[in-house]
């Protein structure tokens, strides 16, 4: 795959295309390729190809809501292009439309061979992720079926069902075989002298078990209009800082994205919800501590997220245990998937409960939009859901018999369950990994300020004077054992875990920001550890690296190790504010709004370590997530931690 991808994003439908707008069905690399609905790859590939040639790029597609491009036939510099064509694509909620206007530049009748092949293969975004892991799919049938107006793909596997139908107008002159699964849409158009022809196709996914009535959209452009109306939503009413223009363009494209990122969700009572999907295009699907996080930092702009969050994570609560997904009652699920391969169970995350943090950030979450709104309607509501996460905390968790919260690797899902969830993201200062369970720092912050905010919800709301004060003194006991046991006095800094037999781990990471957000450390411990996660070899001038330079475990190019990520200084950001650091935070937010500056005011999921003072532009990470939800966010929470207007 040579040409880049450039993603389209709608909800729980994403398409990603090359510069020329095609789609190879290429298998494997850091992106996906095809459009995808609910974890399945429904269109796996769509080629342009003139008078029987791939035209060459005049225009390549650009980033944008839709992706337009310019192309010509291939020839020479004596004999200017015959024709031109004009080709602009959106995606809607399982859909993909294209308009394609074909223009002679000649002043005599032409005739132009255009044709479109089309597949699909419907493979899971599982298969296409690199990690050389392969799945048997057992009397699995792919069939096509000729239209009049276009073709059908569709795929069965036991009571596994999904359909693609591709449609034209005008209808093709012909669909033909090609030899493989693929389809051939072609059309003859003749061109009156410097006459233009035009060309609509359309893509509808039908998902396994999706029954709506839907329609593709008209056009292009109809898409491209649904989606300013619902920025417009998300943007409307917002005050943005008109000292820092740049602050305030990060913060309206972040809600730009996330306005694309919201995907269908139900709550406790069936009812519909929209929240925010963690991020495309390996994660268009809810993850448990992404939309809790984007709408905290979303909260005191637009609550309406957090309301639907939280509702949603209700109706997905974990009732009983199970060893598959790591269920455990009252926990929080992390992730929750639609494809084949998780209604199979052939991987773990149909429902998959490997975190450790979101429990407590449900319940983090819940005080705050409470507080923040003054509408105590949802934590009346939820008031057993929170009393049954609080239960998971004491018991499976592990505060009451650990006295923290503690994971254990899972073998077949995740090794870690923090936010810093890829292998080998907790390790030592040299690189080695702990051995037993995990007691990671940043979740025990996110324990603390969970046990004080319920402690406020009862008090306040449940009228639970009893339940508030158990609450309250859990949490007292907590911060007191987490000075003893994690801080670090020749490093005047918090280690980063502890190990299964109680060692620190002392990796000097970012996650101690997360301690000043939480609040868990007192005055003194907590403007040691902001002022030292401004010194260079942790700021990289973009950010605080999530390990500081000079370990040996430390890596710019590390997924956890080195790199920058907004939605972690977002949270470091806040937790200078509140313990003061004004100027430190304001630092952080200068460097990230910098960042974002250099990519269209966008902050991807992660980037490089490397510094600003060895390479003048941010550099990106490989793999990385183009749109998502935290980093869409983090811009706001950068707003509220600056205090500008």
Known sequence: MTDRHHLLVHGRTFAAVGDRGDISGYRGGSAPDGMFVRDARHLSRWQLTVDGAVPDTLTPVADGDTARCVLVPRGGRDEPPAYTL?????VGDSSFVESLRVTSNRPVPTTVHLAITADADFTDQFELRSDHRTYTKAGAVRSRHVLPHGVEFAYRRGEWHSVTTVTAAPQPDAVEETGTGARRLAWTLDLAPHGTAELTLRVMARPHGDRRALRVPRSPAAVRQRLRAREGEFTQGVAFPTGWPELAAACTRGLADLAALQVPATGPDGEQLRVPAAGAPWFLTLLGRDALLTSLFALPYRPAPAAATLLALAATQATGSSADGIAQPGKIVHEVRHGELAHFGQVPYGRYYGSVDATPLFLVLLGAYTEHTGDTGPARRLERHARAAVGWMLDHGGLTSRGYLVYRADQGGLANQNWKDSPGAICSAEGTRPHGPVTAAGAQGYAYDALRRTAGLART????????????????????????DFWMPEHSFPALALDGRGEQVDALASDAGHLLWSGLLDKEHGELVGRRLLEPDFFSGWGVRTLAAGQPAYHPLSYHRGSVWPHDNALIALGLARYGLHDEARTIAHGLVDAAGAT??????????????????????PHACVRESRSASAPLALLTAVGVV
């Open 86 to 90: 004009f080709r602009e694509q959106a």
């Open 461 to 484: 709301v449940w009228q639970d004077t009893t339940y508030a004060h158990l609450l309250e003194q859990a949490a007292g006991d907590l911060r007191d054992r987490f000075r003893r």
């Open 600 to 621: 269209g005011h966008r902050l991807p999921e992660v980037l490089a370590g490397y510094g600003r003072d060895t390479h003048p532009e941010p550099v990106p990470y």
